[in-house]
């Protein structure tokens, strides 16, 4: 447990990106299939049995669910492990951790970080929209640390807007699906962004439209975006980098040693920008074909126990009424003693049984010679 904490200090202190970005990980020409994020090592771990959140579910002070099952979190430094969430998850406070769960919505939002919110951490969790999901949802949207995460139907699966200080690593972005005319991103950073680090995520879009990555300045500038070591597939062009917007410049985008699969019309589309472009092979089409997409299923989900008495003081009465009737039945004649509801949760006493008679009685036994 002492471990677990120290992570979770060290995490938030602001050092994770740096030291996660020196962290040397699998990839490159010799990547395996193996190595990259897919649905055998992202999401809930195996094993891990999930408690399904309803409105009876206890949680942390501070953690309040809605009558839309959706989890608004208040409080800094807040914890949610091992739990199945049916409806968003809104974070409004700093610090806070999301961990080896499992969250599906089909709203707008499935995980909103509100703007100015940081050091959240979202890690090996499965982040899923529904078959009802709008267009415009999105998995998860604002700053943190997104690690190990299996993201997937909506119509951008990470979305930066006004963001910073940013880490994505090692997620699994596929299958996006959304109702009405979306555009598919896989993630998408869309103005008002800096120091950002994508790397070592596999990032499927299935669509001959948009992209895997989208960066553009619609909405303000872009400076210090760290794209390396990524599966980068699909879409229109794989990897926009568009600078046509009036929200200001583009600097500081690198786009290192990626394993890219070929658009619909082409791999990279840079507009008005020119961001480093090195190292990057066309082999990720073949890569993506064979990663796996079953894996490391969570244990069934277990729903919060329902209180001891459904019914409430009416439940408690009609179960002290019937144990009343059941004594006197078995005093046999004899005067019953006044139940008394103050003495309800002492111990029952054991009663002998008569020698001749199979019920229990209040009774001595009659001699077998009188």
Request: hydrophobic share 35%; with cysteine.
């Amino acid at each position: 447990m002492q471990s677990v904490r120290f992570m979770l200090r060290w995490i938030r202190s602001g050092c994770v990106v740096a030291a996660l970005a020196a962290l040397p990980l699998a990839g490159g020409a010799a990547a395996q299939k193996s190595d990259w994020p897919s649905a055998a090592n992202t999401g809930v771990p195996a094993g891990i049995t999930l408690t399904t959140v309803t409105s009876t579910t206890r949680l942390p002070a501070g953690v309040t669910i809605n009558r839309h099952g959706d989890l608004i979190v208040d409080a800094p430094r807040v914890v949610l492990s091992g739990l199945d969430i049916r409806g968003s998850v809104y974070i409004n406070a700093s610090n806070v951790t999301l961990i080896n769960s499992k969250v599906t919505a089909g709203g707008n939002y499935v995980i909103k970080i509100a703007t100015g919110v940081t050091g959240t951490l979202i890690q090996n969790s499965t982040i899923s929209g529904t078959a009802a999901s709008p267009e415009g949802s999105k998995g998860i949207a604002g700053s943190g640390t997104f690690i190990a995460n299996n993201i997937s139907n909506m119509e951008d699966g990470i979305f930066l807007l006004g963001d910073k200080d940013t880490l994505i690593q090692g997620n699994y972005i596929h299958d996006l699906k959304a109702t009405g005319s979306p555009h598919y991103d896989g993630i998408q950073i869309e103005g008002s962004v800096s120091n950002v680090i994508i790397r070592h995520n596999t990032v499927i879009n299935d669509y001959g439209q948009t992209s895997a990555l989208m960066i553009d300045n619609y909405f303000g500038p872009i400076s210090n975006i760290t794209v390396d070591n990524n599966l980068l597939v699909g879409g229109g062009y794989t990897i926009y980098v568009d600078g046509q917007f009036s929200g200001g410049p583009i600097t500081g985008v690198s786009i290192t040693n990626n394993h890219m699969g070929r658009g619909h019309w082409g791999i990279t589309n840079f507009n008005k920008t020119s961001p480093v472009y090195t190292g990057n092979v066309d082999d990720g089409a073949s890569i993506a074909a064979g990663l796996p997409t079953t894996g490391q299923p969570p244990a069934p989900s277990e729903s919060t126990p329902p209180p001891a008495s459904a019914g409430g003081r009416r439940g408690l009465r009609h179960h002290q009424r019937r144990l009343h009737r059941r004594l006197k039945r078995c005093c046999l004649g004899r005067p019953a003693r006044r139940w008394d509801r103050r003495r309800f949760h002492q111990p029952r006493v054991q009663r002998p049984r008569c020698r001749q008679r199979a019920e229990p009685c209040g009774r001595r036994p009659q001699s077998r010679h009188h």
